[in-house]
Protein backbone atom coordinates (compact mmCIF):
# COMPACT_ATOMS: atom_id res chain seq x y z
CA UNK A 1 0.00 0.00 0.00
CA UNK A 2 2.68 2.14 0.93
CA UNK A 3 3.97 1.23 -2.85
CA UNK A 4 1.20 3.66 -4.06
CA UNK A 5 1.36 6.37 -1.61
CA UNK A 6 5.46 6.90 -2.18
CA UNK A 7 4.54 7.14 -5.66
CA UNK A 8 6.31 10.50 -7.17
CA UNK A 9 2.64 10.95 -9.18
CA UNK A 10 -0.40 9.31 -9.70
CA UNK A 11 -2.66 9.60 -12.96
CA UNK A 12 -4.12 12.76 -13.39
CA UNK A 13 -7.56 11.09 -14.20
CA UNK A 14 -7.07 9.01 -11.01
CA UNK A 15 -6.47 12.09 -8.76
CA UNK A 16 -9.56 14.05 -10.45
CA UNK A 17 -12.04 11.50 -10.14
CA UNK A 18 -10.92 11.35 -6.42
CA UNK A 19 -11.21 15.07 -6.02
CA UNK A 20 -14.47 15.25 -7.76
CA UNK A 21 -15.66 12.47 -5.22
CA UNK A 22 -14.07 14.31 -2.40
CA UNK A 23 -16.27 17.21 -3.41
CA UNK A 24 -19.30 15.42 -2.75
CA UNK A 25 -18.25 14.34 0.52
CA UNK A 26 -17.61 17.56 1.38
CA UNK A 27 -21.20 18.65 0.27
CA UNK A 28 -22.17 15.69 2.00
CA UNK A 29 -20.15 16.17 5.55
CA UNK A 30 -20.29 19.55 5.53
CA UNK A 31 -22.72 20.79 2.94
CA UNK A 32 -19.80 23.00 1.62
CA UNK A 33 -18.81 22.91 -1.52
CA UNK A 34 -14.51 22.70 -1.61
CA UNK A 35 -13.07 25.90 -2.14
CA UNK A 36 -9.69 28.12 -1.07
CA UNK A 37 -9.78 31.57 -1.48
CA UNK A 38 -12.22 32.25 1.12
CA UNK A 39 -9.15 31.22 3.67
CA UNK A 40 -7.00 33.99 2.79
CA UNK A 41 -9.81 36.32 3.15
CA UNK A 42 -10.14 35.03 6.73
CA UNK A 43 -6.58 34.84 6.96
CA UNK A 44 -6.60 38.67 6.37
CA UNK A 45 -9.40 39.32 8.95
CA UNK A 46 -7.45 37.25 11.58
CA UNK A 47 -4.44 39.09 11.04
CA UNK A 48 -6.31 42.37 11.00
CA UNK A 49 -7.91 41.42 14.07
CA UNK A 50 -4.79 41.02 16.08
CA UNK A 51 -3.60 44.44 15.39
CA UNK A 52 -6.27 46.05 15.69
CA UNK A 53 -9.18 44.16 17.80
CA UNK A 54 -12.73 44.22 17.38
CA UNK A 55 -12.62 47.60 14.92
CA UNK A 56 -12.55 44.41 12.19
CA UNK A 57 -16.00 43.79 12.23
CA UNK A 58 -17.13 46.94 11.22
CA UNK A 59 -15.63 46.80 7.65
CA UNK A 60 -18.48 45.20 5.74
CA UNK A 61 -16.27 42.45 4.20
CA UNK A 62 -16.08 40.91 7.01
CA UNK A 63 -19.45 40.97 8.13
CA UNK A 64 -20.24 38.60 4.99
CA UNK A 65 -16.84 36.39 5.52
CA UNK A 66 -16.19 36.75 9.38
CA UNK A 67 -12.26 36.34 10.57
CA UNK A 68 -12.61 32.84 12.12
CA UNK A 69 -10.74 29.26 12.80
CA UNK A 70 -13.66 27.21 11.17
CA UNK A 71 -13.84 24.88 8.06
CA UNK A 72 -13.08 27.84 5.95
CA UNK A 73 -9.68 28.49 7.17
CA UNK A 74 -8.68 24.92 8.14
CA UNK A 75 -9.20 24.09 4.71
CA UNK A 76 -5.59 25.76 3.89
CA UNK A 77 -3.32 24.44 6.73
CA UNK A 78 -4.85 21.00 5.63
CA UNK A 79 -3.70 21.59 1.82
CA UNK A 80 -0.46 22.37 3.42
CA UNK A 81 -0.33 19.52 5.69
CA UNK A 82 -1.68 16.86 2.82
CA UNK A 83 0.93 17.97 0.51
CA UNK A 84 4.14 17.82 2.74
CA UNK A 85 2.80 14.16 3.44
CA UNK A 86 2.43 13.39 -0.04
CA UNK A 87 5.99 14.86 -0.77
CA UNK A 88 8.01 12.94 1.99
CA UNK A 89 6.21 10.08 1.23
CA UNK A 90 7.58 9.97 -2.13
CA UNK A 91 10.80 11.32 -1.36
CA UNK A 92 10.41 14.83 -3.35
CA UNK A 93 10.14 17.24 -0.16
CA UNK A 94 12.32 19.81 -0.88
CA UNK A 95 12.96 23.42 0.02
CA UNK A 96 13.61 25.71 -3.46
CA UNK A 97 13.12 29.45 -3.79
CA UNK A 98 12.96 29.88 -7.88
CA UNK A 99 10.93 27.19 -9.41
CA UNK A 100 13.26 25.52 -12.59
CA UNK A 101 11.39 26.71 -15.49
CA UNK A 102 11.00 30.24 -13.97
CA UNK A 103 15.63 30.24 -13.14
CA UNK A 104 15.76 28.88 -17.08
CA UNK A 105 13.67 31.82 -18.04
CA UNK A 106 14.23 34.73 -16.42
CA UNK A 107 17.40 33.61 -14.17
CA UNK A 108 18.16 33.62 -10.43
CA UNK A 109 17.58 36.56 -9.10
CA UNK A 110 15.38 35.96 -6.26
CA UNK A 111 13.91 39.15 -5.59
CA UNK A 112 12.86 39.05 -9.43
CA UNK A 113 11.02 35.66 -8.56
CA UNK A 114 9.51 36.48 -5.40
CA UNK A 115 8.94 40.42 -6.55
CA UNK A 116 6.60 39.05 -9.34
CA UNK A 117 5.30 36.16 -7.19
CA UNK A 118 3.65 38.81 -4.63
CA UNK A 119 2.32 40.99 -7.40
CA UNK A 120 0.51 37.64 -8.97
CA UNK A 121 -0.51 36.59 -5.91
CA UNK A 122 -2.36 39.92 -4.80
CA UNK A 123 -3.92 39.71 -8.43
CA UNK A 124 -4.87 36.55 -7.77
CA UNK A 125 -6.49 37.58 -4.53
CA UNK A 126 -8.54 40.48 -5.68
CA UNK A 127 -9.45 38.48 -9.08
CA UNK A 128 -10.99 35.04 -6.46
CA UNK A 129 -12.95 37.33 -4.22
CA UNK A 130 -14.24 39.60 -7.15
CA UNK A 131 -15.13 36.52 -9.14
CA UNK A 132 -16.40 34.92 -6.10
CA UNK A 133 -14.11 31.79 -6.19
CA UNK A 134 -11.24 30.21 -7.43
CA UNK A 135 -9.53 27.26 -9.59
CA UNK A 136 -11.56 24.83 -6.94
CA UNK A 137 -14.85 26.93 -5.82
CA UNK A 138 -15.53 27.39 -9.48
CA UNK A 139 -13.10 25.58 -11.72
CA UNK A 140 -14.35 22.29 -10.02
CA UNK A 141 -17.13 22.42 -7.38
CA UNK A 142 -19.22 25.12 -8.72
CA UNK A 143 -19.04 23.61 -12.97
CA UNK A 144 -19.72 19.74 -11.57
CA UNK A 145 -23.30 21.66 -10.26
CA UNK A 146 -23.61 22.87 -13.35
CA UNK A 147 -23.25 26.68 -12.37
CA UNK A 148 -23.52 28.89 -15.36
CA UNK A 149 -20.80 31.41 -13.13
CA UNK A 150 -18.62 28.91 -12.44
CA UNK A 151 -18.01 27.51 -16.29
CA UNK A 152 -17.98 31.29 -17.36
CA UNK A 153 -15.26 32.06 -14.30
CA UNK A 154 -13.23 29.02 -14.77
CA UNK A 155 -13.20 30.18 -18.74
CA UNK A 156 -12.06 33.69 -18.29
CA UNK A 157 -9.27 32.18 -15.39
CA UNK A 158 -7.89 30.10 -18.30
CA UNK A 159 -8.19 33.21 -21.01
CA UNK A 160 -6.65 35.83 -18.83
CA UNK A 161 -3.97 32.91 -17.72
CA UNK A 162 -2.98 31.62 -21.47
CA UNK A 163 -2.81 35.50 -22.90
CA UNK A 164 -0.63 36.57 -19.50
CA UNK A 165 1.64 33.64 -19.68
CA UNK A 166 2.47 33.57 -23.28
CA UNK A 167 3.21 37.44 -23.05
CA UNK A 168 5.33 37.07 -20.05
CA UNK A 169 7.43 33.80 -21.08
CA UNK A 170 7.53 36.04 -24.94
CA UNK A 171 9.02 38.56 -22.69
CA UNK A 172 11.56 36.16 -21.48
CA UNK A 173 13.22 35.10 -24.60
CA UNK B 1 -26.99 9.91 11.30
CA UNK B 2 -28.03 13.52 11.42
CA UNK B 3 -26.22 14.85 8.79
CA UNK B 4 -28.07 18.19 9.83
CA UNK B 5 -26.74 18.41 13.37
CA UNK B 6 -23.09 17.49 12.15
CA UNK B 7 -23.51 20.42 9.86
CA UNK B 8 -24.20 22.82 12.75
CA UNK B 9 -21.72 21.65 14.69
CA UNK B 10 -18.88 24.01 14.14
CA UNK B 11 -15.90 22.15 16.12
CA UNK B 12 -16.53 18.92 14.13
CA UNK B 13 -17.04 21.24 10.56
CA UNK B 14 -13.40 22.85 11.73
CA UNK B 15 -11.79 19.01 11.92
CA UNK B 16 -13.46 18.20 9.04
CA UNK B 17 -12.42 20.78 7.25
CA UNK B 18 -8.61 20.41 8.12
CA UNK B 19 -9.18 16.56 7.19
CA UNK B 20 -10.60 17.46 3.65
CA UNK B 21 -8.08 19.64 3.23
CA UNK B 22 -5.31 17.38 4.08
CA UNK B 23 -6.80 14.74 1.55
CA UNK B 24 -7.05 17.37 -1.16
CA UNK B 25 -3.59 18.55 -0.42
CA UNK B 26 -2.06 15.23 -0.91
CA UNK B 27 -4.24 14.90 -4.00
CA UNK B 28 -3.27 18.02 -5.64
CA UNK B 29 0.52 17.32 -4.54
CA UNK B 30 0.29 13.38 -6.46
CA UNK B 31 -1.46 14.62 -9.33
CA UNK B 32 1.77 17.25 -9.64
CA UNK B 33 -0.48 20.06 -9.92
CA UNK B 34 1.32 21.84 -7.27
CA UNK B 35 4.23 22.27 -9.06
CA UNK B 36 4.93 25.54 -10.68
CA UNK B 37 5.73 23.81 -14.26
CA UNK B 38 3.29 21.76 -15.09
CA UNK B 39 0.31 25.17 -13.87
CA UNK B 40 2.60 27.39 -16.11
CA UNK B 41 2.87 24.32 -18.67
CA UNK B 42 -1.00 24.18 -18.94
CA UNK B 43 -1.15 27.89 -19.64
CA UNK B 44 1.60 27.83 -22.43
CA UNK B 45 -0.62 25.09 -23.51
CA UNK B 46 2.55 22.84 -23.35
CA UNK B 47 0.91 20.30 -20.72
CA UNK B 48 -2.32 19.36 -20.28
CA UNK B 49 -2.03 17.68 -16.80
CA UNK B 50 -4.54 20.51 -14.95
CA UNK B 51 -7.21 20.26 -17.49
CA UNK B 52 -7.20 16.45 -17.16
CA UNK B 53 -7.68 16.43 -13.67
CA UNK B 54 -10.28 19.34 -13.36
CA UNK B 55 -12.25 17.50 -16.14
CA UNK B 56 -12.43 14.17 -14.91
CA UNK B 57 -12.85 15.81 -11.43
CA UNK B 58 -15.65 17.60 -12.80
CA UNK B 59 -16.66 13.92 -14.63
CA UNK B 60 -16.86 12.04 -11.47
CA UNK B 61 -18.33 15.02 -9.21
CA UNK B 62 -20.94 15.69 -11.26
CA UNK B 63 -22.61 12.26 -11.68
CA UNK B 64 -21.58 11.84 -7.67
CA UNK B 65 -23.47 15.16 -6.67
CA UNK B 66 -26.85 14.09 -8.90
CA UNK B 67 -27.58 11.20 -7.82
CA UNK B 68 -27.16 12.72 -4.08
CA UNK B 69 -29.00 15.66 -4.40
CA UNK B 70 -31.99 12.94 -5.87
CA UNK B 71 -31.59 11.37 -2.52
CA UNK B 72 -31.99 14.77 -0.97
CA UNK B 73 -28.38 14.07 1.22
CA UNK B 74 -27.26 17.28 -0.66
CA UNK B 75 -28.09 20.70 -2.05
CA UNK B 76 -26.77 23.02 -4.68
CA UNK B 77 -24.83 25.95 -3.71
CA UNK B 78 -25.13 28.31 -6.58
CA UNK B 79 -24.65 31.63 -6.88
CA UNK B 80 -26.70 34.03 -9.14
CA UNK B 81 -22.99 35.13 -11.65
CA UNK B 82 -22.59 38.81 -13.48
CA UNK B 83 -20.41 39.66 -15.94
CA UNK B 84 -18.82 42.37 -13.88
CA UNK B 85 -18.46 39.83 -11.34
CA UNK B 86 -17.24 36.75 -12.96
CA UNK B 87 -15.77 37.56 -16.40
CA UNK B 88 -13.96 41.14 -15.04
CA UNK B 89 -12.49 38.82 -11.88
CA UNK B 90 -11.80 35.90 -13.68
CA UNK B 91 -9.38 37.92 -16.04
CA UNK B 92 -7.87 39.51 -13.31
CA UNK B 93 -7.67 36.21 -11.56
CA UNK B 94 -6.05 34.99 -14.56
CA UNK B 95 -3.69 37.04 -14.66
CA UNK B 96 -2.38 36.64 -10.90
CA UNK B 97 -2.79 33.29 -11.78
CA UNK B 98 0.08 33.24 -15.04
CA UNK B 99 2.45 36.00 -12.60
CA UNK B 100 2.18 34.08 -9.08
CA UNK B 101 2.13 30.13 -11.41
CA UNK B 102 -0.26 28.73 -8.85
CA UNK B 103 -3.98 28.99 -7.80
CA UNK B 104 -5.21 30.09 -4.40
CA UNK B 105 -5.11 25.94 -3.28
CA UNK B 106 -2.39 24.78 -5.25
CA UNK B 107 -0.19 27.11 -3.46
CA UNK B 108 -0.60 25.70 -0.34
CA UNK B 109 0.14 22.73 -1.95
CA UNK B 110 3.47 24.17 -2.97
CA UNK B 111 4.13 25.03 0.46
CA UNK B 112 3.90 21.88 1.52
CA UNK B 113 6.44 20.32 -1.15
CA UNK B 114 8.86 23.05 -0.11
CA UNK B 115 8.16 25.69 -2.59
CA UNK B 116 9.45 28.80 -1.04
CA UNK B 117 8.06 31.57 -3.53
CA UNK B 118 4.97 30.24 -3.11
CA UNK B 119 5.13 30.95 0.53
CA UNK B 120 6.53 34.22 0.55
CA UNK B 121 5.15 35.24 -2.92
CA UNK B 122 2.26 33.61 -2.96
CA UNK B 123 0.95 33.49 0.56
CA UNK B 124 1.45 36.76 1.13
CA UNK B 125 0.51 38.35 -2.31
CA UNK B 126 -3.06 36.49 -1.88
CA UNK B 127 -3.71 37.72 2.11
CA UNK B 128 -2.75 41.07 0.52
CA UNK B 129 -4.88 41.16 -2.69
CA UNK B 130 -8.20 39.73 -0.03
CA UNK B 131 -7.04 42.58 2.59
CA UNK B 132 -6.94 45.18 -0.48
CA UNK B 133 -10.63 43.49 -1.60
CA UNK B 134 -12.16 43.75 1.63
CA UNK B 135 -11.26 47.84 1.44
CA UNK B 136 -12.94 47.68 -2.20
CA UNK B 137 -16.05 45.58 -1.83
CA UNK B 138 -18.19 48.58 -0.64
CA UNK B 139 -18.24 50.85 -3.69
CA UNK B 140 -18.53 47.55 -6.16
CA UNK B 141 -20.66 45.71 -4.27
CA UNK B 142 -23.55 47.26 -5.89
CA UNK B 143 -21.86 48.31 -8.90
CA UNK B 144 -19.82 46.26 -11.14
CA UNK B 145 -20.00 43.02 -9.62
CA UNK B 146 -23.94 43.08 -10.35
CA UNK B 147 -23.45 44.55 -14.23
CA UNK B 148 -24.38 42.53 -16.63
CA UNK B 149 -26.55 39.67 -14.57
CA UNK B 150 -26.82 36.46 -16.21
CA UNK B 151 -30.46 35.06 -16.24
CA UNK B 152 -29.87 31.58 -15.64
CA UNK B 153 -28.29 29.62 -12.48
CA UNK B 154 -27.84 26.86 -13.59
CA UNK B 155 -26.88 25.10 -17.48
CA UNK B 156 -30.04 23.12 -17.41
CA UNK B 157 -31.75 26.35 -16.51
CA UNK B 158 -30.20 27.80 -19.67
CA UNK B 159 -30.62 25.43 -21.87
CA UNK B 160 -34.23 24.74 -21.08
CA UNK B 161 -33.24 20.90 -21.19
CA UNK B 162 -33.34 18.25 -18.38
CA UNK B 163 -30.35 18.01 -16.09
CA UNK B 164 -30.06 14.62 -17.18
CA UNK B 165 -29.05 15.04 -21.01
CA UNK B 166 -27.34 17.96 -19.76
CA UNK B 167 -25.07 15.75 -17.77
CA UNK B 168 -24.85 12.71 -20.47
CA UNK B 169 -24.31 15.63 -22.89
CA UNK B 170 -21.02 17.05 -20.86
CA UNK B 171 -20.08 13.77 -19.91
CA UNK B 172 -19.77 12.96 -23.07
CA UNK B 173 -18.30 16.20 -23.89
CA UNK B 174 -15.26 15.99 -21.50
CA UNK B 175 -14.62 12.28 -22.65
CA UNK B 176 -13.77 13.45 -26.12
CA UNK B 177 -11.81 16.16 -24.74
CA UNK B 178 -9.39 14.20 -22.67
CA UNK B 179 -9.54 11.03 -25.58
CA UNK B 180 -8.41 14.11 -27.64
CA UNK B 181 -5.94 14.85 -25.79
CA UNK B 182 -4.08 11.29 -25.25
CA UNK B 183 -4.35 10.74 -29.20
CA UNK B 184 -2.52 14.24 -29.87
CA UNK B 185 -0.24 13.18 -26.59
CA UNK B 186 -0.74 16.42 -24.77
Known amino acids: MLGILGLATWSPYVVGVAIGLLVCLSLLLSDRPIGCSTAFVKTCGLIEKAFRGKNVEGTEYYREIPPRVDWQFMILPGIVTGAFISSILSGVFRPEWIPSLWQATFGGDVYLRIGVAILGGILLGIGARWAGGCTSGHGISGTLQLSVASMISAACFFIGGILTAMTLFSLGG | ?186
Open chain 2, 1 to 186: MDLAALHRDERSQAIIGLLIGIVFGFLLQKGAVTYYEVIMGQLLLTNFTVVKVMLSAVLAGMIGFFLLKRRGMVRPHIRQGSIGSNVVGGLIFGAGFALLGYCPGTVAGAVGQGNLDALFGGVVGLILGAGIFSRMYPSISRGILKKGSFRSGTLPDLLRMKEQTVIVLMAIGILLVLGGLELLRL
